[in-house]
């Protein structure tokens, strides 16, 4: 349910906008409510499975997300639909890290890694299909199809819970660090909210200065409240390892390029390419065969080379992705335009994904190893909600310019002029006047694309610097050896 929620929503987030005359900032919405929550609450969710039971709160987690997601089919308008995303977030925070939990506490230690291979590799078809059945739901049934297909998932789920799940605690948690998660989840929030309102009221404005300030002032007493904490939620003393700190910086690097990258690539690939949702859907699945064909490959590497010498080469290899982007203008065949991006892309993120998680893993005592890989999986997810914010920050300010500079080229009428810069959030899909002659239409909807084009360069360049900035954190921390030492 959470890996096709996770691939699946971007796909549809134009559909999204056209039928419900939403904003591009609108759709960030949909996808960051949905990552803000996540983000905040996963270490949380896992310590409440350790406390009240991991089968229980997997369950509960379980029924959340399905609530939430026939929510969001029968959401009447786009504020209803982010309300519902964020309630989804809620749930998948409490059945994400439950789902891990339950596994490693059912099989013994010899068996574990076979088992949590099986729940990778289903984890990768369903991450695979997630975009292509919902490409196709969205064409032939409606985009509300692609969160009612959770619901028969979910009971489906919750019997095979409660039938055959043992139950477990972790009988020395003892307390829930709630007040951590709550300047987590206010401080992430006030931080999204205010990079993405700056897009329409620019960083001056009185409300994003307000905004952001009490995002630093909620964040760093997040800080000082985990340093001071019995049991804090993120613990301090884990970054005492500079290979620790190292793996998750890059961590951080690595996935806000993919995730700030990728929430644009369909808008792109439906609104200004003209694929259609299930070919858009279809053209990612190269880069996610190749992450799941290589990732056991990419493991070994760990062993015949050491962590550092993977990880600094596969982000040099996604940054080339990331630069081939850049190329392709409107129009263009598939395999000439964006088939080598995204398989050069894929093939980086292959050889770094599976080192990185054996870096962080290797990097702390095995007593920490379900901490870390919360931890991780956290920063992983903060990088992708603050990446969408500030690159849509970026996004909308080069189709402004853009924007501008061709509407004065045009000439146009006061009025096309006038509708035109009243909806210049909804970037690609701006929608012209019905008195627009056809030959102006066609000059005006091709300056539309070719500034969003100009945007999506701007993007796709910083996530090839982002990707750099993870080669060269390798180099810089993490250790050259096969054994990164333990962190007691």
């Known amino acids: 349910m959470a890996f096709i929620d996770g691939t699946v929503v971007n796909v549809a987030l134009p559909a999204l906008q056209t039928n419900l005359n939403a904003t591009a900032l609108h759709m960030q ?6 990552s803000l929550l996540l983000s905040a609450l996963l270490l949380v969710g896992g310590s409440l499975g350790d406390h009240y039971g991991r089968r229980r709160i997997f369950v509960i987690g379980v029924a959340l997300f399905a609530v939430a997601s026939a929510a969001c089919g029968f959401a009447a308008n786009i504020v209803q639909l982010i309300a519902a995303r964020a309630f989804q977030g809620l749930g998948a925070a409490l059945l994400v890290p439950g789902s891990l939990a339950i596994i490693s506490s059912s099989f ?30 969205i064409e032939h049934v409606s985009w509300r199809a692609v969160f009612f297909i959770n619901l028969p998932i979910a009971a489906a789920v919750i019997l095979i819970s409660l039938r055959h799940v043992a139950e477990s605690v972790e009988g020395d948690q003892t307390t829930i660090d709630w007040l951590g998660a709550t300047l987590a989840a206010t401080g992430l ?17 009185e409300t994003v200065i307000v905004d952001l300030s009490v995002a630093v002032v909620l964040l760093g007493a997040f800080l000082l409240v985990e340093f001071r904490s019995a049991q804090p939620m993120l613990p301090p003393s884990l970054f005492r390892s500079a290979t620790f700190t190292g793996a998750n910086l890059l961590t951080f690097f690595l996935y806000a390029a993919l995730g700030g990258t ?38 070994g590497l760990v062993a015949r080379y050491g962590a550092r010498l993977p990880l600094v080469i596969g982000p040099l290899i996604a940054a080339v992705g990331y630069t081939l982007f850049m190329l392709p203008g409107i129009g263009g065949n598939y395999w000439t335009s964006f088939f080598p991006a995204i398989a050069i892309l894929g093939l980086g993120m292959s050889v770094s994904v599976a080192p990185l998680t054996t870096t962080v893993m290797t990097a702390v005592a095995p007593n920490r190893y379900g901490i870390a890989s919360g931890v991780n999986n956290a920063v992983a997810r903060s990088a992708g909600l603050l990446a969408i914010a500030v690159l849509g920050v970026v996004m909308f300010h080069g189709f402004n310019v853009e ?3 061709r509407i004065t080229e045009l000439n146009l009428p006061e009025s096309t002029a006038r509708s035109l810069q009243s909806q210049r959030t909804k970037l690609a899909a701006i929608v012209l006047p019905d008195d627009v002659d056809l030959a102006t239409r066609e000059k005006v909807r091709r300056a539309i694309e070719e500034s969003f084009i100009a945007g999506f360069k701007t993007v796709m360049a910083i996530g090839a610097i982002l990707a750099l900035a993870s080669s060269a954190t390798a180099l810089a921390l993490i250790r050259a050896d096969k054994k990164s030492s333990k962190n007691t």
Not at 189 to 205: C, H, K, N, P, T
Not at 267 to 294: C, D, E, K, R, W
């Open 29 to 34: 919405w949909v996808v960051e409510a949905y």
């Open 108 to 137: 013994s230690e010899e068996e574990r890694g076979r088992a949590i291979g099986t729940w990778s590799g289903f984890s990768a078809i369903t991450t695979a299909i997630g975009p292509v059945l919902g490409g196709w739901l």
């Open 189 to 205: 929030g006030a931080l999204v909210y205010g990079l993405i309102e700056s897009s329409r009221l620019d960083f001056g404005d």
């Open 262 to 299: 990728l929430f644009f690539l369909p808008l792109n690939l439906i609104q200004v390419q003209h694929y259609s949702a299930t070919a858009a859907g279809a053209a990612l699945l190269p880069f996610i065969l190749l992450m799941s064909v290589l990732s056991r490959w990419s493991g």
């Open 403 to 405: 924007i501008d500079r």
